[in-house]
């Protein structure tokens, strides 16, 4: 019927008005609880005042006199800011989720030629083919973009997420570009990624079928799985960041939950799926022109929040520090990922991880040091082998990342390796050749 302030505003904002019905949830759940068993009830609650996050003790208590209304009492009101997360950083987030969630990625030059093209998916088989048929190409002649009547190709900032019509396909797509290089205003080339708005209906078939080889995981089941796994991760992560809406704190957290076990599953189908190919007797790598300083750049944003979370501080190559080399850019930027996630897994809360570059005649190093515990020297080759985990268990790691790191390294004509000694952190150090 009434309220004092800060109550009354909060009423209010909460879509409510005064003498009416009250628009706080859990207040309004724990009255009518009181009211209806004729409790005296006691415990916290949380509200959202616009952009602040207001947490109160509530007691509620029957009238006597009536035995209808009852008088609320609040104590110990706080208000903080709602916790808003850094839209640079989620905006990588996304990108790398786009990434895992893409049906087919092609390799561009600088003018947005086809080099090659990979399809994950039956109805981008067709097309990855005849971008690989005729190579040289600009990737807008293999698909077609409704309402535009510009020549093509665009600059690739206009053309980034914009929506395409895949031949043969139903579906909306949308294309993705990730400019390679030192510049993203002259870059060496584009990663092009297309994502489709809805995951391929693929229909399951029951009953014996015969074994499949290991080899079939890449091929067969990983499309599959992929897909719907990604959205997972992607939906939780929107619903994590609050970008749908006010979400109090434990909803969020529930989300986290959802999202780190998609990203656990989307990282062990990954880690096989790479162990399946670089254990393939006809693997091989693309060469490209890359700059280690703007990789290692890209790593720490695409790994930034979560080293945020556990309060860790990346300490990377100033801007105008440049180290050419020669290796395939995806690659590398994955055995970074792997080695600077490892160190935000495995390293102390509010430490530093250095990653530094040099270029030593004809061969350009990127290292990774954290301040974890350690490495003992008699394990230094261990850490590489299949599957191997030091002992540790319940952590996320699958033991294939720093196998499948080595294995793309000496693919790319380098090589990976770790100085370390127990309680004096590690050092990983990634040799590729030099561009000179």
């Known amino acids: 019927m009434a309220a004092d302030e800060p109550l009354a505003t909060l009423q209010v904002r909460c879509g409510g008005k005064l003498g009416g019905t009250i628009a706080i949830p859990e207040l309004l759940a724990m009255t009518r609880k009181a009211r209806l ?6 415990q916290a609650i949380r509200a959202q005042d616009g952009q602040d996050d207001v947490t109160a003790w509530a007691d509620v208590r029957p009238v006597a006199d009536d035995g209808e209304g009852c008088e609320i009492a609040l104590s110990n009101w706080q208000n903080r800011p709602v916790r808003v997360d850094d839209i640079a950083s989620y905006g990588e987030r ?7 969630l893409a049906e087919l990625n092609a390799r561009l030059d600088e003018q947005q030629r086809i080099i090659s093209a990979e399809s994950t998916s039956v109805e981008t088989q067709a097309l990855a083919a005849a971008m690989n048929e005729v190579p040289g190409r600009p990737w807008t002649n ?13 600059h690739w900032r206009l053309l980034d997420g914009v929506n395409v019509v895949v031949p043969g ?23 092009l990624y297309l994502v489709a708005d809805q995951p391929l209906d693929v229909p399951v078939q029951v009953g014996v079928r015969e074994a499949k080889p290991a080899a079939a995981i ?10 719907p796994i990604a959205r997972i991760i992607a939906n939780a992560e929107t619903i994590r960041t609050r970008l749908a809406g006010p979400l109090a704190d434990e909803y969020a957290d529930y989300a986290a939950d959802i999202a780190s ?17 670089v254990e393939s007797e006809d693997f091989s790598t693309s060469p490209d022109h890359i700059d280690l300083s703007d990789v290692a750049r890209r790593a720490a944003g695409i790994l930034g929040v979560r080293a945020q979370e556990r309060g860790i501080t990346l300490d990377l190559p100033e801007s105008d520090e440049s180290v050419p080399a020669i290796g395939e850019f995806r690659r590398v930027l994955q055995i970074l990922l792997n080695l600077v996630g490892n160190a935000i897994r495995y390293g102390p809360e509010n430490s530093q991880i250095w990653l530094r570059v040099e270029q030593d005649g004809s061969r350009a190093r990127i290292t990774v040091a954290d301040q974890g515990k350690g490495i ?9 082998e299949k599957f191997e985990r030091l002992g540790r268990s319940g952590d996320g790691g699958s033991g294939l990342g720093l196998y499948i790191s080595r294995r793309l390294a000496r693919a790319m004509q380098g090589d990976l390796v770790v100085e ?10 990634l040799d590729l050749p030099a561009d000179i």
Do not use: N
Request: glycine share 10%.
């Open 37 to 42: 068993y004729r409790l005296h009830l006691a």
């Open 169 to 191: 396909s139903d579906r909306t797509w949308r294309a993705g570009l990730l400019p390679l290089g030192r510049s993203q205003v002259a870059a060496r080339g584009f990663e």
């Open 94 to 100: 996304r990108t790398a989720i786009d990434r895992h």
């Open 218 to 227: 890449g091929r067969e089941v990983a499309p599959v799985l992929r897909q």
């Open 142 to 154: 293999f698909v077609a973009i409704p309402g535009s009547s510009h020549r093509q190709p665009m």
């Open 420 to 429: 370390s000694g127990l309680g004096q952190g590690a050092r990983f150090t």
């Open 261 to 277: 076990a998609g990203q656990h599953l989307l990282g062990l189908l990954d880690d096989l799926s790479d162990l399946e190919v």
């Open 376 to 384: 003992a020297v008699e394990d230094h080759e261990a850490i590489f």
